[in-house]
């Protein structure tokens, strides 16, 4: 069966600092990946999929950047994290048409 | 496209009814659909899917209602239970075979079951 894991649940950063979260699949390939961003109390926000390694579409003009150095890794990175990083980070993957999401990363800048 | 800047809905249920939670969807090319259920602190779940060829479908104490005609799609869950508090969320596909198969995500609903 597949999995999906992300790490770390929690962080919290300070502004200014770099910032990496990072999304594994498991039982899968070539799978296409997905970044989301979720505000408390509020719906998903698409920031990045990619449909293979090195593939990596942008939804929105951001300080973070994503990379995929291989099939079944998803990274999300930042060189200098803002306060309005802050926020619920999930990563999802998807064969078809369904997407499976992970656990997701609480992650608050201060 | 989803509104990022307006706070969730909300519907106040009594354990043991019915619960119906209702999404407008934006594109009508969109082909398939699926509700997600979302725990406090937890990644979304998946539901139960449709596809646009069909008017409703059934799960485990779930229905999804799908009208085409004015791009609603309705989730009914039967006998709610406190375990089903939650965000639920709406989301349609308009990927066309390029591969991304991206979803489009509504606002969510969030489902408060009073005991």
């Known amino acids: 069966s597949q999995t999906i894991h992300q790490w770390p649940a929690t962080l919290v950063q300070p502004v200014g600092s770099p910032l990496s979260l990072e999304c594994t699949v498991e039982?899968?390939?070539?799978?296409?990946l997905y970044w989301y961003r979720q505000a408390a109390g509020r719906g998903l926000q698409l920031l990045f999929y990619?449909?293979?390694?090195?593939?990596i579409s942008s939804e929105v003009p951001q300080n973070l950047s994503a990379s995929r150095p291989q099939d079944r890794q998803f990274i999300l990175s930042s060189k200098k994290l803002l306060l309005s990083d802050s926020g619920f980070y999930l990563c999802?993957?998807?064969?078809?048409?369904?997407?499976?999401f992970g656990p997701g990363t609480r992650l608050t800048v201060l | 496209g989803e509104n990022v800047g307006l706070h969730l809905p909300t519907l106040s249920v009594q354990e043991g009814d019915n619960s119906i939670i209702n999404c407008a969807y934006s594109?009508?090319?969109?082909?398939?659909f699926i509700w997600y259920k979302q725990e406090s602190g937890k990644g979304p779940q998946f539901i139960i899917d449709i596809r646009s060829n069909m008017d409703k479908r059934q799960g485990q104490r779930v229905t999804v209602l799908l009208n085409k005609t004015v791009k609603h799609l309705s989730l009914q869950i039967a006998a709610t239970q406190p375990g089903d508090s939650a965000v639920y969320f709406c989301a349609e596909n308009m990927g066309s075979g390029a591969g991304s198969y991206q979803l489009t995500f509504g606002k969510g609903t969030k489902l408060s079951v009073i005991p």
């Open positions: 594109n009508s090319a969109s082909d398939y």
């Open positions: 999802a993957w998807s064969v078809r048409n369904e997407q499976f």
């Open positions: 990619s449909i293979g390694i090195d593939q």
């Open positions: 039982g899968t390939s070539n799978p296409n």
